[in-house]
């Protein structure tokens, strides 16, 4: 069994070494902080897009706006603030996570927490409940050969 | 004079969903045979009506009849002849037609099985009756509020031609997919529905339409594929999924039939979660026909259109009633529902399934209210808040990644009870390569801790699902001196529905290693000032040398069409290794400009180039570049699943060998 399970390691190992170049010495080229800053807000005209990605006319007046800002000295974090108050939470990619759609991020880790909840209470009260049915040696027992597979494979273990 | 008769056609089949219905429903009441025979039948010949009427309309968009309206809003005389028959489904009136097509195709299967055979025949008219009714909601659609057939007083010489962004193979074979996705969970759904309605006990039901989920489920699969190599293909983004409400959707679905077609394996096997598996499949057709009515109603633009629209309050009202239908039946019928056993232990399969089921479908919420928040703010507050891929990225990450550790686990825990001592020395040789795996990404300059955690992850999931082929191949060359190919393929022919699953697991994970490989180390950037003529720009490992950009002749001659290229070399050595070809097309009869990208590198590191805009004729030229490690992956990974369904899903019929084994003593066997 060991040494099955060595050689499927090994070949594996083999296969995530050749395909791991990619990892290999990355140096993004210096970033566009307009470019980098239109990322991270919506395109106006392009539903659903970021700024960057979006080509209309309306998003070019957009980017020379940022342009403008850069160039007159304010950084990235006033820039955004500037088109937050300007347009309100919805410009942002990233819903903040307080005011208005603070709801919105606390729901699905609500969500994640009380589905969890209902089922290891299911589990536990399940568990508490009435005899255990007949035990089950952890084989498929609609297949009869799968379940001899099985024993056997346990067996040598 | 045929579009006509389509139009008349489409008319009947509505007329005999009405009928099907009715008198099945009569004939359940009055116990009598032909009268439920009858409704089958009616029902079965809604699909050559409805085909009727698709080829009605196809005629009308071969012949460029532009005195239907239809036909003038989406193709033109440009418009080549394939586009043509694919803009049957290019606008809403047509694709509604379509996707009657494709439902009465399976209303037409599911009444032409043999019923007496497959010894589920009182279940019949109660399936007849809910597909011919769900069918017929569609068709009504069709005929009172978006008719595709209607014509104008005063034809058009010419049409306004295909949207130019549904001009591409992933467009056109994307929506097709998708509907059979959606359509083919209405026959579970008939199946629990008549289940109920008989007050069966049993899981008759659930065996039945096992296949069929696993039909519309693949479907589904593959329109999401299609779907997100269309968006990467032509949307010029550089990505593949952008979280858009209509990619939402059928994520959605998907995320509610994956955990049903999980937790379907716990009742047949140890008939418990009976009324559990009920729900889901209730959730799954819920999820579906909301989505539906979503995209349709315009509820998608503003809660204004939605409405202004005439198709939206229909769609509410009858998702309404659906609702409360399932809500009734289900109650009702909780007491025969009852689990024939305990659970009696949370470590067991069953128990892991119930947390994978729990997972997935907070990982559905969590899609569903990102997707409606943008309403829900604006009916709220009156600002419609944009949510962006950041929050999904966030949120979802994180339970699909418990997800995949999940698929790594369950495999090894065992129906009823499972022992820590055997599943901790079955997960040893996997976290092993994992640790190994985890190391070598290391010391190759991944550094970054997420990522890297999440590679192991996909690494012992890998690991743990290539073993349990490892063991099935193993015992059976031991014991039957089988042969390695031999014996794979027995394995995976004695039990397809396991090994095609595992092959699907396979698929999840090599799909996950493009997601995080994308997610992580993918970057972008735009060159800035543009690039003059001859001058080069280097992106991470590539050079590129700008020579000019072109107009080129438009491929259906309704666009004006301008061509960049460039030489991509190597930054190192300096090596050419490719010419790329970006290209803006402007239509403007629709006013609408496509960036389409020129995509090059390797295979594990794709390089996806735009032409973001020209000066004076091309004296300077600006790129946008996405450098994209391991995104083909995704695509891989795609097919590696589609081909898992089909390993679980085609029955290969066994040769009179392949029983032998089973007649042997199991001790004998062992060595």
Redo the contacts between chains.
Sequence with gaps: ??K???C??IS??LV??L??????????????P??RIAKQL?CPTC????L??C?TETCAQWKAEIKAQLDAGKSAEEVLAYFQDRF????????PKSG??AP??A???G??VV??A???L???R??Q?????P???????????????E??????? | MLTDLGHLAVIFAFVACLYAALVSLLGAQRNDDRLVQSGRLAAFITFPLVLLGCLGLWYALLTHDFGVKYVANVSSLATPVFFRITALWGAQEGSILFWCLIMSAFVAAAMARDWEAAGDKPLLPYVTATMALVLGFFLFLELFLANAFVRSEFPPQDGRGLNPLLRHPGMIIHPPMLYAGYTGLLVPFAFCIASLATRRSDDLWLRSSRRWTLVGWAFLTAGLLLGARWAHDVL???GYW????SENKPLITWLIATPFLHSAMIQE??GMFKNWNVFLVMLTFASMFFGTAFIRSGLL?SVHAFAASDIGPVFMAALVIILLICAALWISRLDVLR?E??????FSRE?IF??Q???F??TA??VF??TI?PIL?EAI?G?????????FDQ??GP?LAALVLLMGVAPL??????SYA?VG??ML?PV??AL??MV??FL???RQPVPLLLFGLC?YT??QT??EY???V???ML?LNERLPVALIRLAQ??QR?YGGYLVHLGVVLLAIGVI?KGF?G?D??T?PAVKLNDS?????YTFTYRGIRPVPCEFNDCQTVQAMLLVSSASDGRVLDAIFPYRDHYPLQQH?A?IPAISGSF??EVYVIL??WDNNGATASF??Y?N??INWIWVGGIVMLLGFLVSFWKVPERAPAFA??M?P?GA???
């Excluded at chain 1, 309100?88 to 990233?94: A, K, S």
């Excluded at chain 2, 952008?242 to 409400?245: K, L, N, V």
């Design positions: 069994m060991m099955s399970s060595i499927a390691c594996l190992l995530t070494w395909t791991a170049g990619w990892a290999q010495a990355q140096v993004p080229a210096p970033d566009e307009t470019y919506n539903a659903g897009r970021n960057a990605d080509p309100g939470p919805t410009v942002l990619q990233e819903p208005i759609t919105l991020w729901a699905p880790v969500a994640a589905f969890l209902i089922a290891g299911v589990m536990w399940t568990a409940r009435g005899a255990p049915s035990a089950s040696d952890g084989t498929d027992a609609h297949d009869p050969f799968v379940a001899a597979l024993r056997e494979v346990r067996a040598g273990e | 010029g983004w550089g952008g979280w858009d409400p096997k140890r633009t689990s056993r305990q659970l009696d232990s949370a128990g119930l947390v089921n729990v997972l479908l907070s919420f969590t209210i990102g928040f703010s507050s600002t419609k808040i944009t949510v962006g891929p950041p929050f949120t979802t339970q825990l065992a129906w009823g009870k499972a055997a020395r079955q040789a092993g390569f190994l795996v070598a990404l190759s300059g991944a690494a890998l690991a290539l073993m490892v063991r099935g193993r015992a059976r014991s004695k039990n396991r490989g180390y970057y950037t735009i800035t720009f280097t992106v991470g490992n400009t960036t594990n590191e973001a805009g946008q570049v450098i490690p391991l084994p089973v042997r199991a066997a062992a060595k």
